[in-house]
C-alpha cells in the first residue's frame, strides 16, 4: 500500500502534466489517457490513505496498531482527524480553483496543480517511508 501511494501520486502528477501541455503537443488519445489516469488517481488516493490508517493509530502510547478492538477512539479520532483535513483541503482547494480560473483561466489552475502534485509527490516518497503498512508486522 506504501508503494501505491507513491505511484498513486506520481500517476496524479504525470496527467496533470499531461493536461497542462494540452492539445499543441500531444494528440487526443493522449490526453484522453491523462485523464484516465487523473480519474483512476482520484479515485485511489482517498482509499489508500484510509487504508493506512488503522497500522499507523497510536492505540497505546508509543504503540502503532498494538491491539485493532482496544484502540477503536484512537482509531475512530484518526479516521475523524483525516477526513475533517480532507474536507478542509477540498474546501480550500475549490475556492483557489476558483479564483484562479477569473483570473487567469484553466492554465493557471493546471499550473497551480501541477505545483501542488509535484510538493504531493515528494510528501508521499518520505510519507511511504515512515508509514507502517499492516497491523500484524507491527505487534
Partial sequence: RRGL?????????????????????????CLDAALLAWSLAEVMAPVLSLALVPANTLSEPGRAGSSPFGGMAALGCSYGVLESMSSLAQVTFLLLIGFLREVGGFVYVLRMLCGGLLAATGFSVLLAAALRDDVESVR
Fill in 5 to 29: 501511494l507513491v505511484f498513486t501520486s506520481c500517476l496524479a502528477l504525470a496527467a496533470a502534466v499531461a493536461l497542462l501541455l494540452g492539445g499543441a503537443a500531444l494528440p487526443a488519445p
